[in-house]
């Protein structure tokens, strides 16, 4: 079982900017997809941004263009820059590592214990 640390959250204003970063206690390559994800109160997970090894990115329609998600194997660290922030944006945001285990696709993923950032109007 891998495990994932989350840092980078807070407090801040809307279009102010912030960095999260995930540390993972195995090599980020060793998974088939990194990802950020978030949760606002109320609402389901949703995915915010996602990169394989192969280094094909995902993002959420909307945070296209104002998030960046990247990593560093050689720190095994996973990161998303968030620029232009909204009040949209206030979520628990959670790293989230997956990997496929069999020839039929099966998966098995961690997840950290998730990082607060609130955005102010």
């Known amino acids: 079982q891998v495990q994932l640390v989350e840092s980078g959250g807070g407090l801040v204003q809307a279009g102010r900017s912030l960095i999260l970063s995930c540390i993972a206690s195995r090599h980020i390559f060793s998974f088939d997809t990194v990802a950020w994800y978030r949760q606002a109160p109320g609402k389901q997970r949703e995915l915010v941004a996602a990169i394989t090894d192969r280094s094909t990115t995902t993002y959420a329609d909307s945070v296209k263009g104002r998030f960046t998600i990247s990593r560093d194997p050689a720190m095994n660290t996973l990161w998303l820059q968030m620029n232009s922030l909204n009040p949209e944006d206030t979520a628990v945001y959670y790293c989230?590592?997956?990997?496929?285990?069999?020839?039929?696709?099966?998966?098995?993923?961690?997840w950290g214990q998730g990082t607060q950032v609130t955005v102010s109007s």
């Open positions: 989230n590592v997956r990997k496929v285990v069999n020839v039929e696709g099966a998966t098995a993923e961690s």
